[in-house]
Protein backbone atom coordinates (compact mmCIF):
# COMPACT_ATOMS: atom_id res chain seq x y z
CA UNK A 1 0.00 0.00 0.00
CA UNK A 2 1.63 3.65 -1.13
CA UNK A 3 2.04 6.14 1.44
CA UNK A 4 -0.88 8.25 -0.14
CA UNK A 5 -3.24 5.38 0.34
CA UNK A 6 -2.51 5.19 4.33
CA UNK A 7 -2.87 9.00 4.87
CA UNK A 8 -6.26 8.20 2.62
CA UNK A 9 -7.57 5.66 4.71
CA UNK A 10 -6.45 7.19 8.54
CA UNK A 11 -7.92 10.39 7.23
CA UNK A 12 -11.18 8.73 6.67
CA UNK A 13 -11.33 5.95 9.65
CA UNK A 14 -12.50 7.64 12.97
CA UNK A 15 -10.82 4.01 15.09
CA UNK A 16 -9.40 1.21 14.59
CA UNK A 17 -6.41 0.10 12.27
CA UNK A 18 -6.85 3.89 10.28
CA UNK A 19 -6.37 5.58 13.39
CA UNK A 20 -3.35 3.73 14.45
CA UNK A 21 -2.37 3.91 10.87
CA UNK A 22 -2.66 8.14 11.27
CA UNK A 23 -1.12 8.07 14.65
CA UNK A 24 1.83 5.92 13.67
CA UNK A 25 2.27 8.16 10.63
CA UNK A 26 2.37 11.32 12.56
CA UNK A 27 4.51 9.94 14.73
CA UNK A 28 7.06 9.19 12.57
CA UNK A 29 6.60 12.91 10.62
CA UNK A 30 7.43 14.54 13.58
CA UNK A 31 10.54 12.32 14.22
CA UNK A 32 11.85 12.68 10.78
CA UNK A 33 10.88 16.88 11.05
CA UNK A 34 12.01 17.71 14.56
CA UNK A 35 14.98 15.24 14.19
CA UNK A 36 16.33 17.29 10.77
CA UNK A 37 16.11 20.47 12.97
CA UNK A 38 17.49 19.01 15.83
CA UNK A 39 20.67 18.27 13.57
CA UNK A 40 21.10 21.30 11.84
CA UNK A 41 20.61 23.78 14.90
CA UNK A 42 22.75 21.57 17.09
CA UNK A 43 25.41 21.73 14.03
CA UNK A 44 25.65 25.28 14.84
CA UNK A 45 26.78 25.31 18.52
CA UNK A 46 28.23 21.55 19.09
CA UNK A 47 31.32 22.51 17.15
CA UNK A 48 31.98 25.25 19.63
CA UNK A 49 33.36 23.57 22.44
CA UNK A 50 35.69 21.00 20.57
CA UNK A 51 37.58 24.53 18.58
CA UNK A 52 40.53 23.85 21.18
CA UNK A 53 40.44 20.27 20.21
CA UNK A 54 40.23 20.81 16.53
CA UNK A 55 42.61 23.27 16.11
CA UNK A 56 45.22 21.54 18.23
CA UNK A 57 44.30 18.49 16.22
CA UNK A 58 44.70 19.90 12.45
CA UNK A 59 46.46 23.21 13.08
CA UNK A 60 44.39 25.93 12.38
CA UNK A 61 45.55 29.31 13.36
CA UNK A 62 43.24 31.26 15.89
CA UNK A 63 41.68 33.57 13.19
CA UNK A 64 41.00 30.73 10.84
CA UNK A 65 40.01 28.51 13.04
CA UNK A 66 36.72 30.52 12.46
CA UNK A 67 35.86 29.03 9.21
CA UNK A 68 34.91 25.77 11.66
CA UNK A 69 31.68 27.82 12.19
CA UNK A 70 32.11 30.37 9.25
CA UNK A 71 32.06 27.08 6.63
CA UNK A 72 28.47 25.87 8.07
CA UNK A 73 26.98 28.96 8.68
CA UNK A 74 27.80 30.86 5.13
CA UNK A 75 26.34 27.93 2.91
CA UNK A 76 23.32 27.18 5.32
CA UNK A 77 22.70 30.83 4.95
CA UNK A 78 23.42 31.65 1.54
CA UNK A 79 21.50 29.15 0.13
CA UNK A 80 18.84 28.92 2.15
CA UNK A 81 16.12 30.53 0.17
CA UNK A 82 17.32 28.51 -2.98
CA UNK A 83 16.97 25.68 -0.83
CA UNK A 84 12.86 26.53 -0.30
CA UNK A 85 12.77 27.01 -4.09
CA UNK A 86 14.00 23.85 -4.76
CA UNK A 87 11.88 22.50 -2.76
CA UNK A 88 8.84 23.75 -4.37
CA UNK A 89 10.13 23.01 -7.82
CA UNK A 90 11.71 19.07 -7.08
CA UNK A 91 9.14 18.43 -4.32
CA UNK A 92 9.69 18.95 -0.86
CA UNK A 93 9.84 15.09 0.49
CA UNK A 94 12.57 14.48 -2.42
CA UNK A 95 14.53 17.37 -1.25
CA UNK A 96 13.96 16.39 2.32
CA UNK A 97 15.88 13.68 1.66
CA UNK A 98 18.22 14.11 -0.34
CA UNK A 99 19.37 17.35 1.85
CA UNK A 100 19.35 15.13 4.76
CA UNK A 101 21.47 12.71 2.69
CA UNK A 102 23.78 14.96 1.65
CA UNK A 103 24.50 16.41 5.81
CA UNK A 104 24.99 12.96 7.17
CA UNK A 105 27.76 11.88 4.49
CA UNK A 106 29.50 15.23 5.02
CA UNK A 107 29.25 14.34 8.82
CA UNK A 108 30.35 11.39 8.29
CA UNK A 109 33.20 12.99 5.86
CA UNK A 110 34.27 15.47 8.86
CA UNK A 111 34.85 12.83 11.19
CA UNK A 112 37.41 11.19 8.91
CA UNK A 113 39.33 14.65 7.89
CA UNK A 114 43.00 14.20 8.54
CA UNK A 115 43.49 18.24 8.03
CA UNK A 116 41.88 21.88 7.65
CA UNK A 117 41.30 21.92 3.95
CA UNK A 118 38.89 18.37 4.43
CA UNK A 119 37.02 19.55 7.40
CA UNK A 120 36.57 22.86 6.15
CA UNK A 121 35.12 20.99 2.79
CA UNK A 122 32.74 18.98 4.69
CA UNK A 123 31.44 21.86 6.91
CA UNK A 124 30.55 23.19 3.90
CA UNK A 125 28.82 20.66 2.16
CA UNK A 126 26.93 20.28 5.78
CA UNK A 127 25.53 23.48 5.23
CA UNK A 128 24.63 22.91 1.55
CA UNK A 129 22.81 19.72 2.96
CA UNK A 130 21.02 21.85 5.99
CA UNK A 131 19.98 25.03 3.66
CA UNK A 132 18.01 22.01 0.99
CA UNK A 133 16.41 19.79 4.09
CA UNK A 134 15.69 22.69 6.98
CA UNK A 135 12.95 24.33 4.55
CA UNK A 136 11.18 21.40 3.22
CA UNK A 137 10.68 20.24 6.82
CA UNK A 138 8.95 23.01 8.29
CA UNK A 139 6.93 23.16 4.97
CA UNK A 140 6.37 19.34 5.29
CA UNK A 141 5.30 19.83 8.77
CA UNK A 142 3.29 22.64 8.18
CA UNK A 143 1.36 20.44 5.73
CA UNK A 144 1.01 17.32 7.47
CA UNK A 145 -0.73 19.29 10.47
CA UNK A 146 -3.19 21.70 9.17
CA UNK A 147 -5.52 21.68 11.62
CA UNK A 148 -5.22 24.54 14.28
CA UNK A 149 -4.73 22.84 17.21
CA UNK A 150 -2.47 20.41 15.68
CA UNK A 151 -0.24 22.55 13.77
CA UNK A 152 -0.40 24.96 17.36
CA UNK A 153 0.92 21.62 18.82
CA UNK A 154 3.53 20.68 16.43
CA UNK A 155 4.76 24.52 16.02
CA UNK A 156 5.81 24.39 19.68
CA UNK A 157 7.40 21.10 19.43
CA UNK A 158 9.15 22.67 16.88
CA UNK A 159 9.98 25.89 18.68
CA UNK A 160 10.99 23.89 21.72
CA UNK A 161 13.83 21.80 19.31
CA UNK A 162 15.23 24.88 17.96
CA UNK A 163 16.23 26.53 21.25
CA UNK A 164 16.49 23.77 23.71
CA UNK A 165 19.23 22.60 20.45
CA UNK A 166 21.04 25.50 21.25
CA UNK A 167 22.10 24.34 25.02
CA UNK A 168 21.99 20.70 23.79
CA UNK A 169 24.65 21.21 21.62
CA UNK A 170 26.97 22.92 23.41
CA UNK A 171 26.28 19.89 26.55
CA UNK A 172 26.43 17.00 24.46
CA UNK A 173 29.84 18.66 22.00
CA UNK A 174 31.54 19.09 26.02
CA UNK A 175 30.61 15.56 26.86
CA UNK A 176 31.69 14.04 22.94
CA UNK A 177 35.30 15.75 23.03
CA UNK A 178 35.71 14.85 26.71
CA UNK A 179 34.86 11.65 27.27
CA UNK A 180 35.68 10.15 23.23
CA UNK A 181 37.15 12.91 20.78
CA UNK A 182 36.20 15.91 19.12
CA UNK A 183 35.61 13.75 15.78
CA UNK A 184 32.49 12.24 17.13
CA UNK A 185 30.75 15.56 16.99
CA UNK A 186 30.35 14.80 13.62
CA UNK A 187 30.17 11.39 13.26
CA UNK A 188 27.33 11.35 16.09
CA UNK A 189 25.03 13.09 12.92
CA UNK A 190 25.22 9.56 11.05
CA UNK A 191 23.37 6.99 13.26
CA UNK A 192 20.67 10.18 14.05
CA UNK A 193 20.48 11.13 10.70
CA UNK A 194 19.94 7.59 9.07
CA UNK A 195 17.24 7.51 11.80
CA UNK A 196 15.59 10.85 10.35
CA UNK A 197 15.89 9.58 6.83
CA UNK A 198 14.04 5.89 7.21
CA UNK A 199 11.26 7.76 9.32
CA UNK A 200 10.59 10.56 6.37
CA UNK A 201 10.74 7.94 3.88
CA UNK A 202 8.27 6.12 5.20
CA UNK A 203 5.93 8.82 6.47
CA UNK A 204 6.48 12.07 4.59
CA UNK A 205 3.64 12.41 1.73
CA UNK A 206 4.78 13.57 -1.61
CA UNK A 207 4.23 17.08 -2.26
CA UNK A 208 3.02 19.10 -5.72
CA UNK A 209 5.74 20.31 -7.70
CA UNK A 210 5.26 24.00 -8.97
CA UNK A 211 6.70 25.17 -12.45
CA UNK A 212 9.55 27.89 -12.54
CA UNK A 213 13.03 28.00 -12.80
CA UNK A 214 16.24 28.38 -10.29
CA UNK A 215 17.48 31.77 -9.63
CA UNK A 216 21.06 30.07 -9.59
CA UNK A 217 22.88 33.06 -10.29
CA UNK A 218 21.40 35.01 -7.23
CA UNK A 219 22.50 31.99 -5.19
CA UNK A 220 25.86 32.27 -6.51
CA UNK A 221 26.90 35.82 -6.53
CA UNK A 222 25.51 36.06 -3.14
CA UNK A 223 27.08 33.23 -1.23
CA UNK A 224 30.01 34.36 -2.93
CA UNK A 225 30.26 37.93 -2.51
CA UNK A 226 29.42 37.22 1.47
CA UNK A 227 31.81 34.34 1.03
CA UNK A 228 34.92 36.98 -0.05
CA UNK A 229 33.84 39.23 2.34
CA UNK A 230 34.25 36.97 5.20
CA UNK A 231 37.12 36.02 3.88
CA UNK A 232 38.77 39.36 3.54
CA UNK A 233 37.80 39.94 7.22
CA UNK A 234 39.51 36.89 8.37
CA UNK A 235 42.40 37.97 6.75
CA UNK A 236 42.82 41.29 8.07
CA UNK A 237 42.70 39.48 11.23
CA UNK A 238 46.05 37.99 10.43
CA UNK A 239 47.77 40.05 7.86
CA UNK A 240 46.19 43.40 8.40
CA UNK A 241 43.72 45.89 6.78
CA UNK A 242 46.61 47.00 4.16
CA UNK A 243 47.20 43.44 2.93
CA UNK A 244 46.62 43.27 -0.93
CA UNK A 245 44.36 39.81 -0.06
CA UNK A 246 42.20 41.64 2.10
CA UNK A 247 41.75 44.75 -0.22
CA UNK A 248 40.91 42.33 -2.74
CA UNK A 249 38.81 40.21 -1.12
CA UNK A 250 36.66 42.72 0.48
CA UNK A 251 36.68 44.65 -3.10
CA UNK A 252 35.30 41.63 -5.03
CA UNK A 253 32.85 40.87 -2.28
CA UNK A 254 31.32 44.19 -2.73
CA UNK A 255 31.50 43.81 -6.30
CA UNK A 256 29.47 40.38 -6.12
CA UNK A 257 26.84 41.72 -3.82
CA UNK A 258 26.46 44.44 -6.17
CA UNK A 259 25.95 42.19 -8.96
CA UNK A 260 23.84 39.78 -7.05
CA UNK A 261 21.45 42.98 -6.15
CA UNK A 262 21.17 43.72 -10.40
CA UNK A 263 20.92 40.40 -10.89
CA UNK A 264 17.69 40.19 -8.73
CA UNK A 265 16.15 43.31 -9.81
CA UNK A 266 16.05 42.08 -13.01
CA UNK A 267 15.17 37.79 -12.17
CA UNK A 268 11.88 36.39 -13.23
CA UNK A 269 12.03 34.65 -10.32
CA UNK A 270 14.65 35.73 -8.11
CA UNK A 271 15.45 34.00 -4.76
CA UNK A 272 15.16 37.37 -2.64
CA UNK A 273 12.77 39.89 -4.24
CA UNK A 274 14.20 43.28 -3.64
CA UNK A 275 10.59 44.86 -2.55
CA UNK A 276 10.55 43.06 0.30
CA UNK A 277 13.37 45.60 1.52
CA UNK A 278 10.78 48.83 0.15
CA UNK A 279 9.62 48.82 4.12
CA UNK A 280 12.06 50.40 6.47
CA UNK A 281 11.04 48.75 9.58
CA UNK A 282 10.93 45.56 7.70
CA UNK A 283 14.27 45.76 6.14
CA UNK A 284 15.29 47.47 10.04
CA UNK A 285 14.24 44.76 11.65
CA UNK A 286 16.53 42.12 9.44
CA UNK A 287 19.34 44.07 10.02
CA UNK A 288 18.67 43.68 14.20
CA UNK A 289 18.45 40.17 13.37
CA UNK A 290 21.80 40.17 12.33
CA UNK A 291 23.21 42.28 14.50
CA UNK A 292 21.45 40.27 17.37
CA UNK A 293 22.67 37.04 16.00
CA UNK A 294 26.41 38.57 15.19
CA UNK A 295 26.93 39.35 19.06
CA UNK A 296 25.60 36.18 20.39
CA UNK A 297 27.95 34.07 18.06
CA UNK A 298 31.22 36.37 18.43
CA UNK A 299 31.11 36.64 22.36
CA UNK A 300 30.28 32.31 22.30
CA UNK A 301 33.25 31.74 19.72
CA UNK A 302 35.97 33.51 22.34
CA UNK A 303 34.83 32.75 25.55
CA UNK A 304 34.17 29.33 24.65
CA UNK A 305 38.13 29.41 23.92
CA UNK A 306 38.44 31.86 27.28
CA UNK A 307 37.33 28.99 29.82
CA UNK A 308 38.76 26.17 28.21
CA UNK A 309 42.41 27.89 27.80
CA UNK A 310 42.29 30.29 30.61
CA UNK A 311 40.05 28.84 33.21
CA UNK A 312 40.99 25.19 32.10
CA UNK A 313 37.46 24.21 32.25
CA UNK A 314 37.24 20.83 30.62
CA UNK A 315 34.64 20.68 26.92
CA UNK A 316 31.87 19.27 29.57
CA UNK A 317 32.28 21.84 31.91
CA UNK A 318 32.40 24.31 29.09
CA UNK A 319 29.02 23.46 27.59
CA UNK A 320 27.56 23.38 30.99
CA UNK A 321 29.03 26.81 31.92
CA UNK A 322 26.11 28.32 29.05
CA UNK A 323 23.27 26.54 30.81
CA UNK A 324 22.20 29.52 32.70
CA UNK A 325 22.48 31.84 29.25
CA UNK A 326 19.76 29.16 27.28
CA UNK A 327 17.47 29.19 30.16
CA UNK A 328 17.51 32.69 30.32
CA UNK A 329 16.89 32.82 26.66
CA UNK A 330 14.16 30.22 26.65
CA UNK A 331 12.04 31.56 29.46
CA UNK A 332 12.70 35.39 27.99
CA UNK A 333 11.04 34.05 24.92
CA UNK A 334 8.23 32.42 26.54
CA UNK A 335 7.47 35.42 28.74
CA UNK A 336 8.00 37.90 25.78
CA UNK A 337 5.22 35.68 23.89
CA UNK A 338 2.70 35.73 27.19
CA UNK A 339 3.22 38.75 28.77
CA UNK A 340 5.09 41.51 27.09
CA UNK A 341 4.20 41.03 23.48
CA UNK A 342 -0.07 41.69 24.31
CA UNK A 343 1.14 45.07 26.89
CA UNK A 344 4.21 46.45 25.14
CA UNK A 345 4.84 48.05 21.43
CA UNK A 346 7.48 46.62 19.02
CA UNK A 347 9.85 49.92 19.61
CA UNK A 348 9.61 49.19 23.53
CA UNK A 349 10.10 45.70 24.00
CA UNK A 350 12.87 45.72 21.39
CA UNK A 351 14.62 48.48 23.03
CA UNK A 352 14.48 46.62 26.18
CA UNK A 353 15.72 43.61 24.17
CA UNK A 354 18.81 45.20 22.68
CA UNK A 355 19.58 47.24 25.98
CA UNK A 356 19.63 44.28 27.99
CA UNK A 357 22.20 42.35 25.96
CA UNK A 358 24.06 45.21 25.26
CA UNK A 359 24.39 45.90 29.00
CA UNK A 360 25.43 41.89 29.42
CA UNK A 361 28.21 43.06 26.97
CA UNK A 362 29.30 45.86 28.14
CA UNK A 363 29.48 44.36 32.07
CA UNK A 364 31.61 41.20 30.18
CA UNK A 365 34.04 43.62 28.58
CA UNK A 366 34.98 45.19 32.07
CA UNK A 367 36.01 41.79 33.88
CA UNK A 368 39.62 40.92 34.23
CA UNK A 369 41.29 37.66 33.67
CA UNK A 370 41.30 35.26 34.76
CA UNK A 371 37.32 35.41 35.77
CA UNK A 372 35.52 33.34 38.11
CA UNK A 373 32.51 31.53 36.75
CA UNK A 374 29.66 33.54 39.29
CA UNK A 375 31.00 37.10 37.40
CA UNK A 376 29.85 35.40 34.11
CA UNK A 377 26.51 34.54 35.64
CA UNK A 378 25.46 37.95 35.44
CA UNK A 379 26.51 39.21 31.81
CA UNK A 380 25.36 35.63 30.28
CA UNK A 381 21.89 36.13 31.57
CA UNK A 382 21.46 39.56 30.45
CA UNK A 383 22.69 38.75 27.03
CA UNK A 384 20.32 35.50 27.06
CA UNK A 385 17.15 37.53 28.11
CA UNK A 386 18.23 40.02 25.48
CA UNK A 387 18.34 37.44 22.78
CA UNK A 388 15.02 35.66 23.96
CA UNK A 389 12.52 39.01 24.13
CA UNK A 390 13.80 40.03 20.92
CA UNK A 391 13.15 37.35 18.61
CA UNK A 392 9.71 36.88 18.55
CA UNK A 393 9.46 41.02 17.65
CA UNK A 394 11.56 41.03 15.30
CA UNK A 395 10.29 38.05 13.01
CA UNK A 396 7.04 39.78 13.45
CA UNK A 397 7.90 43.00 12.24
CA UNK A 398 9.97 41.41 9.42
CA UNK A 399 6.88 39.53 8.44
CA UNK A 400 4.69 42.02 9.10
CA UNK A 401 2.46 43.93 5.30
CA UNK A 402 4.01 40.91 3.45
CA UNK A 403 2.00 40.27 0.58
CA UNK A 404 0.99 36.24 0.76
CA UNK A 405 3.19 35.12 -2.56
CA UNK A 406 5.85 36.81 -0.78
CA UNK A 407 5.57 34.85 2.61
CA UNK A 408 8.13 32.27 1.93
CA UNK A 409 10.49 34.26 0.60
CA UNK A 410 10.24 36.77 3.77
CA UNK A 411 10.36 33.90 6.12
CA UNK A 412 13.51 32.31 4.24
CA UNK A 413 15.05 35.51 4.78
CA UNK A 414 14.46 36.12 8.54
CA UNK A 415 16.45 32.22 9.00
CA UNK A 416 19.26 33.67 6.06
CA UNK A 417 19.24 37.40 8.37
CA UNK A 418 20.09 34.64 11.39
CA UNK A 419 22.34 32.55 9.93
CA UNK A 420 24.56 35.27 8.08
CA UNK A 421 24.33 36.88 11.23
CA UNK A 422 26.76 34.65 13.02
CA UNK A 423 28.65 34.28 9.89
CA UNK A 424 29.42 38.17 9.04
CA UNK A 425 29.57 38.82 12.55
CA UNK A 426 32.00 36.13 13.64
CA UNK A 427 34.39 37.53 10.85
CA UNK A 428 33.84 41.35 11.94
CA UNK A 429 35.01 39.95 15.73
CA UNK A 430 37.77 37.75 14.34
CA UNK A 431 39.43 41.13 12.88
CA UNK A 432 38.49 42.93 15.93
CA UNK A 433 40.50 40.49 17.88
CA UNK A 434 43.06 40.48 15.46
CA UNK A 435 43.82 44.55 15.82
CA UNK A 436 45.39 44.52 19.21
CA UNK A 437 46.81 41.14 19.54
CA UNK A 438 48.90 41.18 16.44
CA UNK A 439 52.80 40.81 17.04
CA UNK A 440 52.02 40.25 20.85
CA UNK A 441 53.56 36.67 22.05
CA UNK A 442 50.37 34.04 22.57
CA UNK A 443 49.68 33.88 26.50
CA UNK A 444 46.53 33.67 28.34
CA UNK A 445 46.70 37.44 29.36
CA UNK A 446 47.33 38.82 25.44
CA UNK A 447 43.76 36.42 25.22
CA UNK A 448 42.11 37.79 27.46
CA UNK A 449 42.68 41.46 26.15
CA UNK A 450 41.53 40.41 22.78
CA UNK A 451 38.72 39.02 24.00
CA UNK A 452 37.78 41.81 26.23
CA UNK A 453 38.52 44.46 22.98
CA UNK A 454 36.05 42.19 21.22
CA UNK A 455 33.17 41.97 23.14
CA UNK A 456 33.35 45.46 24.02
CA UNK A 457 32.86 46.43 20.14
CA UNK A 458 30.04 43.66 20.33
CA UNK A 459 28.06 45.76 22.82
CA UNK A 460 28.78 48.70 20.38
CA UNK A 461 27.30 46.71 17.98
CA UNK A 462 24.28 45.61 19.77
CA UNK A 463 23.33 49.55 20.85
CA UNK A 464 23.76 50.63 17.36
CA UNK A 465 21.13 47.73 16.67
CA UNK A 466 18.78 49.60 19.23
CA UNK A 467 19.06 52.71 18.41
CA UNK A 468 17.76 51.60 14.79
CA UNK A 469 14.97 49.74 16.47
CA UNK A 470 14.11 53.01 18.23
CA UNK A 471 14.06 55.26 14.81
CA UNK A 472 12.27 52.65 12.75
CA UNK A 473 9.77 50.81 14.73
CA UNK A 474 6.48 52.15 15.56
CA UNK A 475 4.87 51.97 18.31
CA UNK A 476 2.08 49.19 17.19
CA UNK A 477 1.77 46.12 19.22
CA UNK A 478 3.49 43.00 17.97
CA UNK A 479 0.82 40.14 16.86
CA UNK A 480 1.60 36.60 15.67
CA UNK A 481 2.11 36.22 11.89
CA UNK A 482 1.14 33.24 10.75
CA UNK A 483 2.27 32.50 6.68
CA UNK A 484 1.84 30.04 4.14
CA UNK A 485 4.49 27.41 3.98
CA UNK A 486 1.93 24.94 1.89
Known sequence: MSLSSIDRTADSTPSGSGLRSRINTDALVLIAVLGCQLMVVVDATIVNVA?????????????NLSWVLNAYTLTFGGLLLLGARLGDILGRRRTFLDGLGLFVAASAFGGLATDSTMLLVARALQGVGAAIAAPAALALLMTRFSDGAQRTRALALFTAVSIGGFS????????LVQWLDWRWVFFVNVPIGLVVIVAGALSLPRTTRERGSFDLPGA???????????YGLVNAAEHGWSSTITIIALVAGAALLGAFVYAEDRAHQPITPLRLFASTPRS????????????????????TQYMQEVLHYGPLETGLAYLPMTAATFGASQLSARVLVPRLSTRTLLLIAFGAAAAGLYW???????TPYLSLLGPFI?????????????????????DPQDAGAAS?????????????GLAIMVAVFGAPTRGMPTSTITFAHGMTVTVLVAAILLTAGGVLMALTQGEARPRPVETSLT
Open 412 to 424: GLVNTAQQLGGTV
Open 382 to 402: LVGAGGGMAFLSLTTASLRGV
Open 168 to 175: LGLVSGGA
Open 51 to 63: LPDIQRSLGFSTS
Open 220 to 230: VLSTAGIGLIV
Open 284 to 303: AAFAGRLVMVAGFMGMMFFL
Open 364 to 370: LSTLDAP
